[in-house]
């Protein structure tokens, strides 16, 4: 064999090591996850319910939108990335700086036997962010205001192989991710695009690169 040619079986196992090591940690930063006492009890408050409450209380109801951060979550959690095992952890991170971890295994927990399992589905975290995240994780912002404009192939096609991801998305109705931990930010549409399908993007893309169907 030709001096610096890698057996086909030594490319097969480096190939798979590589792939085993791939991972992403998305996080969700600014959702609107707060509660207040409405009538008799408390109730997740969201524009859609509480207008006049919110209203009586100085707020903008347009601000509280809980369904993006869920439809964002239901996105990750149901998509052949996750199922995969690639996804590693996610985070929401809310407006009121409460961060809380999320088991990627909440789908499949939930249709078992979430209650009697040794697994926390959901559970509050200390903050700030960064000390959850790999330590030498690329962490990646996306936002339509960011100059860096690629298709979302080219964006993914990039990243170092075999190195962990974290994905930060906004999980509010307008506004942008303004956070120290990001290393850059990138834009993967000329549009506007909601969290959820942002994230649809983004996990078909790594499902493509990464030989997951």
Same mark, same amino acid.
Request: hydrophobic share 40%; glycine share 6%.
């Given at each position: 064999?030709?001096?610096?040619? *890698? ?6 196992? =480096?190939? =798979?090591?590589?792939?085993? $090591? ?21 109730? #997740?408050?969201?524009?859609? /319910?509480?207008?006049?409450? !919110? ?18 979550? @239901?996105?990750?959690? /149901? ?15 809310? =407006? ?9 295994? #909440?789908? $499949? ?12 589905? @959901?559970?509050? *975290? ?6 959850? @995240?790999?330590? &030498? ?31 930060? !998305? ?11 931990? *990001? &290393? ?5 549409? $000329? ?10 993007? @983004? ?11």
């Amino acid at each position: 064999m030709a001096p610096g040619i *890698v057996p086909p079986r030594e490319e097969d196992e =480096a190939a =798979a090591e590589t792939s085993s $090591q791939q991972s992403v940690t998305f996080v969700l930063e600014g959702a609107t996850l707060e509660t207040a006492k409405v009538g008799k009890g408390y109730e #997740l408050l969201n524009c859609d /319910d509480h207008t006049s409450f !919110l209203k009586r209380h100085g707020r903008d109801p347009a601000q509280y939108r809980p369904d993006i951060a869920h439809q964002a979550l @239901l996105m990750i959690l /149901d998509s052949p990335l996750n199922k995969a095992g690639k996804v590693k952890e996610i985070y929401v991170h809310t =407006a009121k700086n409460v961060l809380i971890q999320v088991n990627p295994k #909440l789908l $499949q927990k939930l249709s078992i036997r979430a209650t009697n399992g040794p697994d926390k589905l @959901l559970r509050v *975290v200390k903050g700030p962010v960064p000390p959850h @995240l790999p330590v &030498d994780a690329l962490r990646i912002g996306f936002s339509h205001s960011s100059e860096s404009l690629a298709p979302v192939a080219t964006t993914v096609a990039r990243f170092p192989p075999g190195k962990p991801l974290v994905f930060v !998305l906004g999980a509010f109705s307008h506004g942008k991710i303004d956070d120290g931990y *990001v &290393d850059e930010y990138l834009s993967i549409s $000329q549009f506007p695009l909601s969290a959820a399908y942002a994230i649809a993007r @983004l996990t078909n893309a790594l499902e493509a690169a990464w030989d997951l169907v």
